[in-house]
T-cell receptor, first 119, second 115 residues
Framework: DTGVSQNPRHKITKRGQNVTFRCDPI?????LYWYRQTLGQGPEFLTY????????KSRLLSDRFSAERPKGSFSTLEIQRTEQGDSAMYLC?????????????????FGPGTRLTVL | AQKVTQAQTEISVVEKEDVTLDCVYE???????LFWYKQPPSGELVFLIR??????QNEISGRYSWNFQKSTSSFNFTITASQVVDSAVYFC????????????FGKGTRLSVIA
């Protein structure tokens, strides 16, 4: 399977605990995005990378959240001191850097998500 | 700032009916991309179509068609002869500049197709 994969698929934790999620993008994709989706809402952007460089972080990403993409391949998203409001689906997506007329495509391909429940 | 509005929260149709999902967007950028994604009950977002701001040509792909109108900032999606398998949440999304920037999603429209 060459799609985007995420692990774990489900995570239940107690308030105050730290959690870490992993995303493995499509192998040739150099851009990787993290989104959060709560019930009945569309996905909201958290942060994204080009290769190992973190290009942008949303205001939604509090100091308790940190993301890395150390070798420009897989990425991790860590939440420290989880709160009940962190309960959501965390989605990862990847894409190629669009080169305009030079080629490439810019659609983002999404993984199955990690559902976090904070008790 | 960018914004995407999907005014229809839920739509229910009987199988074989045609259905149109509305999307209105806001952006000050002159170069942008619009997308439609489908989220079936399994939860994984599936890419359906991409359109850039310089291409207002409407497209038909099988039972799906898209109507992009810059004058009204709309990018509507029509399913012809709907099927039960079309039941899902559909999201319209916007990305500015090259389209490689983060997506701004609407809240989605839940489509239920009843047999």
């Amino acid at each position: 399977d060459t799609g985007v994969s995420q692990n774990p698929r489900h995570k239940i934790t107690k308030r105050g605990q730290n959690v870490t999620f992993r995303c493995d993008p499509i192998s040739e994709h150099n851009r990787l995005y993290w989104y959060r989706q709560t019930l009945g809402q569309g996905p909201e952007f958290l942060t994204y990378f080009q290769n190992e460089a973190q290009l942008e972080k949303s205001r939604l990403l509090s100091d308790r959240f940190s993301a890395e993409r150390p070798k420009g391949s897989f990425s991790t998203l860590e939440i420290q001191r989880t709160e009940q409001g962190d309960s959501a689906m965390y989605l990862c997506a990847s894409s190629l850097k669009y080169l305009g007329l030079a080629g490439g495509s810019n659609e983002q391909f999404f993984g199955p998500g990690t559902r976090l429940t904070v008790l | 700032a960018q914004k995407v509005t999907q005014a229809q929260t839920e739509i229910s149709v009987v199988e074989k009916e045609d259905v149109t999902l509305d999307c209105v967007y806001e952006t000050r950028d002159t170069t942008y991309y619009l997308f439609w994604y489908k989220q079936p009950p399994s939860g994984e977002l599936v890419f359906l179509i991409r359109r850039n701001s310089f291409d207002e040509q409407n497209e038909i792909s099988g039972r799906y068609s898209w109507n992009f109108q810059k004058s009204t900032s709309s990018f509507n999606f029509t399913i012809t002869a709907s099927q039960v398998v079309d039941s899902a949440v559909y999201f319209c999304a916007l990305s500015v500049h090259s389209g490689n920037t983060p997506l701004v999603f609407g809240k989605g429209t839940r489509l239920s197709v009843i047999a």
